[in-house]
């Protein structure tokens, strides 16, 4: 099978590479085309895959490096993408505009999470269209973000074919797991919302709800990344547990501040980061494995420090780092499941549905699903309650106008984005995040 990675020259892709290399089965993965708009940047990241590939070159996968689009996407199965529109750099541009108004300017949430789906939907409405063109029965797997608000707006040209993923549900139901003492192979998640906006309700081990037992101890909600993030008496005012991204709701002041205080912001954090590390692996003599894994260290450390100073959390220890995130083995499973109709149950970004009261069909949910050679399909969910609804609701309207922003290149849509979020408190400042973000963002003067 051949998989194409859109963004191949982005960090985390070795961490996908090294996901097949454990796949032994029949019907695998035996060719990864990278293709990115910086063509440095993939030869860059295919040093490291051939590092990782040199342990059993024979079993590994060969690496091509593509420069045309179209040719990448030829006789593709199946299509990774986890581009970033405006790299690393945008990123910290979204936040200093975002920052300099007294709002959030994370990548995905709040007023960064806007700017970047206006830059990023001309660009991912081009790419369905190629893919539909070129590659029609390949299933494409979106790790891009903003996750559902891309996912969804692909799904026009995609349908189902379509799946975003991400790693936040799956760090966060092995963590709540582990603590409670439970295999989280073991363990069926309830879990439901959108991308980045969504609550672990459930945790059942051979048919019981284990998630009361966490509730009933205050050292267990305090043994675990979130449990420390939240604090013990919200998640028991919850009865459930968020998702960690939810902090930018629940704490947000606080996090505001701790973000304009701190000496850098994450976006510049890894912008810094990453260019010393493309810098480094374009010299042959460096060891790129070596490299990249130490540099990934530091980023996994450095992860959401904001939020954890702002509710003094601490460092991440080890078993946090350990149980975190996992969504190059989420894209493995999901691969399996299609190619060798390996049934199986994941969180996944998928339209709703009926699955999920109070969302229309074509809504993109995040929840499980279950797998198998004909996609994935989402369970059936109970209701989410009134204060979760209401934010879901509201959030799934402003994904709604940044696509209608993007599709009508309307300045007016993206301020009305902008102004409807809960965490931007004023029109008037919406309208001073959109010429801000006009102004340092070239690729934002489609907006009239």
């Given amino acids: 099978?051949?998989?194409?990675?859109?963004?191949?020259?982005?960090?985390?892709v070795p961490l996908v590479y090294g996901a097949l290399l454990t796949d032994r089965g029949e019907g695998r993965v035996d060719e990864v085309v990278l293709y990115d708009t910086d063509p440095a940047r993939s030869v860059a990241i295919a040093r490291v895959l051939a590092d990782q590939a040199a342990a059993d070159p024979a079993a590994a996968p060969r690496v091509r490096v593509a420069t045309d689009l179209d040719a990448a996407l030829h006789g593709a199965d199946f299509v990774?993408?986890?581009?970033?529109?405006?790299?690393?750099?945008?990123?910290?541009?979204?936040?200093?505009?975002?920052?300099?108004?007294?709002v959030?300017?994370?990548?995905?949430?709040?007023?960064?999470?806007?700017?970047y789906g206006l830059r990023t939907l001309p660009v991912v409405d081009r790419i369905a269209r190629r893919v539909a063109a070129v590659a029609p029965d390949a299933w494409f797997i979106n790790f891009t973000n903003p996750a559902g608000l891309v996912t969804e707006a692909m799904s026009r040209h995609l349908g189902d074919r379509v799946i975003g993923i991400c790693d936040s549900p799956v760090g966060l139901?092995?963590?709540?797991?582990r603590v409670l003492g439970v295999d989280p192979g073991s363990a069926e998640v309830d879990y439901v919302g959108l991308n980045h906006l969504?609550?672990?309700?459930?945790?059942?081990?051979?048919?019981?709800?284990?998630?009361?037992?966490?509730?009933?101890?205050?050292?267990?909600?305090?043994?675990?990344?979130?449990?420390?993030?939240?604090?013990?008496?919200?998640?028991?005012s919850l009865d459930c547990v968020p998702n960690e991204y939810l902090h930018y709701y629940y704490f947000n002041r606080e996090t505001v501040r701790a973000y304009r205080e701190a000496a850098l912001t994450r976006g510049a954090f890894l912008h810094r980061q990453q260019d010393r590390f493309y810098a480094r692996v374009g010299d042959p003599?460096?060891?790129?494995?070596?490299?990249?894994?130490?540099?990934?260290?530091?980023?996994?450390?450095?992860?959401?420090?904001?939020?954890?100073?702002?509710?003094?959390?601490?460092?991440?220890?080890?078993?946090s780092l350990t149980a975190s995130g996992g969504y190059e083995e989420v894209a493995l499973a999901l691969m399996r499941a299609i190619a060798r109709d390996e049934r199986t149950t994941l969180v996944l970004n998928v339209r709703n549905r009926a699955a999920l009261p109070g969302l229309d069909a074509d809504a993109v949910i995040e929840t499980p699903c279950r797998v198998d050679a004909a996609g994935a399909h989402p369970i059936p969910a109970d209701p989410l309650p009134g204060h979760a609804l209401g934010l879901v609701t509201t959030v799934k309207a402003v994904e709604r106008e940044v696509i209608a922003a993007a599709d009508g290149a309307s300045?007016?849509?993206?301020?009305?984005?902008?102004?409807?979020?809960?965490?931007?408190?004023?029109?008037?400042?919406?309208?001073?995040?959109v010429a801000g973000y006009t102004e340092v963002h070239p690729g934002l003067g489609y907006l009239r």
């Fill in 1 to 12: 099978m051949r998989l194409v990675v859109l963004g191949g020259g982005g960090f985390r």
């Fill in 80 to 102: 990774f993408s986890a581009i970033r529109v405006g790299g690393l750099a945008g990123r910290a541009a979204d936040e200093r505009v975002a920052l300099a108004e007294g």
């Fill in 104 to 115: 959030l300017g994370q990548e995905t949430v709040g007023a960064g999470g806007i700017a």
């Fill in 173 to 177: 139901g092995r963590r709540v797991a």
């Fill in 198 to 236: 969504g609550w672990l309700r459930g945790l059942r081990v051979d048919g019981r709800d284990v998630l009361p037992d966490l509730f009933a101890s205050t050292a267990l909600l305090e043994g675990f990344e979130e449990g420390r993030l939240f604090g013990a008496d919200w998640l028991r």
């Fill in 285 to 319: 003599a460096v060891p790129a494995l070596t490299t990249w894994n130490a540099v990934r260290a530091e980023r996994e450390a450095t992860y959401m420090a904001e939020n954890r100073e702002a509710a003094g959390a601490g460092e991440r220890d080890e078993a």
């Fill in 411 to 433: 300045r007016a849509r993206a301020v009305k984005a902008f102004a409807l979020h809960p965490l931007v408190d004023s029109v008037s400042v919406a309208r001073r995040l």
